[in-house]
């Protein structure tokens, strides 16, 4: 008997590894910047330049990059800042990886500080940890039909799945300009920046993907004047872009990893010829997953009165969407601030991450737990030296709502930062205000037994002369039509003729006339 399939595609991990890579490194401050006297902020980044995959094996090539911002040391004390690489090469130990592998790569870093040796040497230390998935597509072949059935009885099933539409790695480049203010000098040098992705919106559009959010800006900068202080400019500007995706629907379900990859700050003349511009470029690196819910027909067994039919099934782990919600979490707390030789001033500038420390299934919803790491730089009443900064990090815990969730059950959870304020309560106080996206994708696993072929065998004559003729049966708990049919060599319409029934409906308990059908 030939089988009619249809093909379902769907994603599974293959192979999945976590490493740590420990730095604690002398760097030697270079020779063009100032002497270091006291470190005002600090931060760090990942740069993944090159993955080389081989049997068993990722290697992935890249640096950890910090920035500091700090205060000269000597009489003429200025505010300086200085960057600086450390190399990556780290090996990845993932079972079964090959060369046409894709691996979805994350990355964290963990405890970055930079200390003082003295005012030519810094020492760096940190933790990052790689995180390695690889991903491969699966096509499930499911039976649903008969090529030549004839008089064969066939039980099938309606079952709802999720289906793997898009899968595919993209990049956005996001090019957006800012002006300074006309109160404010031109721009010489600038000292740091920080360059955020706030409140994404991703939708599956007609052979697209939209992709909507906030490029939140922050530079200090110095003047060609260096007897005026630094100065400092912050602006959240909307963006939005596409990408193309031919087989997109807008009824797709997106879920799609966003990653700054690169980012640069120029400064370019406006047009007057003044250094009064400052030109950004952005890099967004998209790893799309667009799924796809679908109903599809399961032929679960085969019978006729004239032959054997041995169906040879094996078990599949098939999915269905149980729920999508984005969520919205927000986080508030107070900051003393204890480590200023002075009052603050004014606030500058709050910087935030989210870390998701641990996310669990709870009763219908997924527990996040985690950590809003927060920067906050702002100027004190020293009129020599007034910029000071502030690390600190609130904790958070938010359940995301999804009825009917269970520990066999598989999810997306993806997070970022919508909303960030800093706010002066007094001269020593700050409040802190958030509010953070967590957008969850619930998938149920089930097992169903999936046909590959069907055995035709001769009937065992022996056995169909033992059976009784005509047989009275109670139904039992559990019964179908379709499955009496098949143990008592009859057919459901011939039950049904015989037993005035109008449809495949009975009951425990109902009694049945039941006649051996065998041509």
Same mark, same amino acid.
């Given at each position: 008997?030939?089988?009619?399939?249809?093909?379902?595609?769907?994603?599974?991990?293959?192979?999945?590894?976590?490493?740590?890579?420990?730095?604690?490194?002398?760097? !030697?401050?270079?020779?063009?910047?100032?002497?270091?006297?006291?470190?005002?902020?600090?931060?760090?980044?990942?740069?993944?330049?090159?993955?080389?995959?081989?049997?068993?094996?990722?290697? =992935?090539? *890249?640096?950890?990059? &910090?920035?500091?911002?700090? =205060?000269?040391?000597?009489?003429?004390?200025?505010?300086?800042?200085?960057?600086?690489?450390?190399?990556?090469?780290?090996?990845?130990?993932?079972?079964?990886?090959?060369?046409?592998?894709?691996?979805?790569?994350?990355?964290?870093?963990?405890?970055?500080?930079?200390?003082?040796?003295?005012?030519?040497?810094?020492?760096?230390?940190?933790?990052? +940890?790689?995180?390695?998935?690889?991903?491969?597509?699966?096509?499930?072949?499911?039976?649903?039909?008969?090529?030549?059935?004839?008089?064969?009885?066939?039980?099938?099933?309606?079952?709802? =799945?999720?289906?793997?539409?898009?899968?595919?790695?993209?990049?956005?480049?996001?090019?957006?300009?800012?002006? =300074? #203010?006309?109160?404010?000098?031109?721009?010489?040098?600038?000292?740091?920046?920080?360059?955020?992705?706030? *409140?994404?919106?991703?939708?599956?559009?007609? *052979?697209?993907?939209?992709?909507?959010?906030?490029?939140?800006? &922050?530079?200090?900068?110095?003047?060609?004047?260096? %007897?005026?202080?630094?100065?400092?400019?912050?602006?959240?500007?909307? &963006?939005?872009?596409?990408?193309?995706?031919?087989?997109?629907?807008?009824?797709?379900?997106?879920?799609?990893?966003?990653?700054?990859?690169? !980012?640069?700050?120029?400064?370019?003349?406006?047009?007057?010829?003044?250094?009064?511009?400052?030109?950004?470029?952005?890099?967004?690196?998209?790893?799309?997953?667009?799924?796809?819910?679908?109903?599809?027909?399961?032929?679960?067994?085969?019978?006729?009165?004239?032959?054997?039919?041995?169906?040879?099934?094996?078990?599949?782990?098939?999915?269905?969407?149980?729920?999508?919600?984005?969520?919205?979490?927000?986080?508030?707390?107070?900051?003393?601030?204890?480590?200023?030789?002075?009052?603050?001033?004014?606030?500058?500038?709050?910087?935030?991450?989210?870390?998701?420390?641990?996310?669990?299934?709870?009763?219908?919803?997924?527990?996040?737990?985690?950590?809003?790491?927060?920067?906050?730089?702002?100027?004190?009443?020293?009129?020599?030296?007034?910029?000071?900064?502030?690390?600190?990090?609130?904790?958070?815990?938010?359940?995301?709502?999804?009825?009917?969730?269970?520990?066999?059950?598989?999810?997306?959870?993806?997070?970022?930062?919508?909303?960030?304020?800093?706010?002066?309560?007094?001269?020593?106080?700050?409040?802190?205000?958030?509010?953070?996206?967590? !957008? #969850?994708?619930?998938?149920?696993?089930?097992?169903?037994?999936?046909?590959?072929?069907?055995?035709? %065998?001769?009937?065992?004559?022996?056995?169909?002369?033992?059976?009784? *003729?005509?047989?009275?049966?109670?139904?039992?708990?559990?019964?179908?039509?379709?499955?009496? #049919?098949?143990?008592?060599?009859? +057919?459901?319409?011939?039950?049904?003729?015989?037993?005035?029934? +109008?449809?495949?409906?009975?009951?425990?308990?109902?009694?049945?006339?039941?006649?051996?059908?065998?041509?």
């Amino acid at each position: 008997m030939e089988l009619i399939k249809n093909h379902l595609r769907q994603l599974s991990v293959k192979s999945e590894a976590v490493s740590q890579v420990t730095f604690d490194e002398d760097w !030697n401050v270079p020779d063009v910047k100032p002497d270091v006297g006291r470190m005002i902020q600090k931060k760090g980044e990942v740069e993944v330049a090159e993955v080389q995959m081989g049997e068993g094996r990722a290697r =992935v090539l *890249g640096s950890l990059c &910090f920035s500091l911002l700090y =205060v000269s040391e000597g009489e003429e004390k200025r505010v300086c800042s200085l960057e600086g690489k450390l190399p990556i090469d780290e090996n990845l130990n993932l079972e079964g990886l090959s060369g046409g592998d894709k691996i979805c790569l994350k990355w964290e870093i963990e405890d970055l500080s930079i200390h003082l040796i003295h005012s030519r040497k810094l020492n760096v230390k940190a933790i990052v +940890t790689f995180q390695a998935a690889v991903e491969e597509l699966r096509d499930v072949e499911i039976p649903s039909d008969l090529k030549e059935p004839g008089e064969i009885s066939m039980k099938k099933k309606e079952i709802r =799945v999720l289906e793997l539409g898009v899968h595919k790695k993209d990049t956005l480049r996001v090019k957006k300009e800012m002006a =300074v #203010a006309s109160n404010k000098p031109d721009i010489h040098e600038i000292l740091w920046k920080d360059m955020e992705i706030r *409140g994404l919106d991703i939708r599956s559009g007609e *052979g697209k993907v939209e992709i909507r959010g906030e490029l939140f800006l &922050f530079v200090l900068y110095a003047g060609a004047d260096q %007897e005026t202080p630094p100065q400092w400019l912050e602006q959240a500007i909307p &963006f939005s872009g596409e990408a193309e995706c031919g087989d997109c629907t807008s009824d797709m379900i997106p879920n799609v990893e966003v990653t700054m990859v690169q !980012n640069t700050m120029e400064i370019a003349p406006d047009a007057d010829g003044e250094e009064r511009m400052l030109q950004m470029d952005v890099v967004l690196e998209l790893d799309l997953k667009l799924y796809r819910e679908t109903s599809m027909t399961l032929l679960q067994d085969v019978y006729t009165p004239k032959m054997k039919t041995v169906p040879v099934s094996q078990p599949e782990e098939l999915e269905s969407l149980l729920v999508k919600n984005y969520s919205k979490c927000r986080i508030s707390d107070k900051l003393k601030v204890e480590e200023s030789p002075h009052k603050i001033l004014q606030i500058c500038h709050g910087e935030g991450k989210i870390k998701v420390d641990e996310a669990r299934v709870v009763e219908n919803g997924i527990l996040a737990e985690g950590v809003l790491e927060l920067r906050i730089l702002y100027i004190i009443s020293d009129d020599e030296m007034p910029f000071y900064a502030v690390e600190t990090a609130v904790p958070f815990s938010h359940v995301v709502e999804a009825p009917g969730i269970t520990r066999d059950c598989r999810y997306h959870l993806r997070t970022d930062l919508e909303q960030l304020s800093t706010t002066m309560i007094d001269s020593n106080e700050i409040e802190i205000k958030a509010v953070v996206n967590l !957008n #969850a994708v619930v998938l149920k696993c089930r097992q169903e037994e999936i046909i590959r072929e069907i055995r035709e %065998e001769e009937l065992d004559m022996e056995e169909l002369q033992n059976m009784p *003729g005509i047989v009275r049966y109670l139904v039992q708990p559990g019964d179908t039509l379709w499955d009496i #049919a098949k143990q008592f060599y009859t +057919t459901s319409e011939e039950i049904r003729q015989l037993n005035h029934l +109008t449809s495949d409906e009975i009951n425990p308990m109902d009694s049945l006339l039941l006649v051996k059908k065998v041509e």
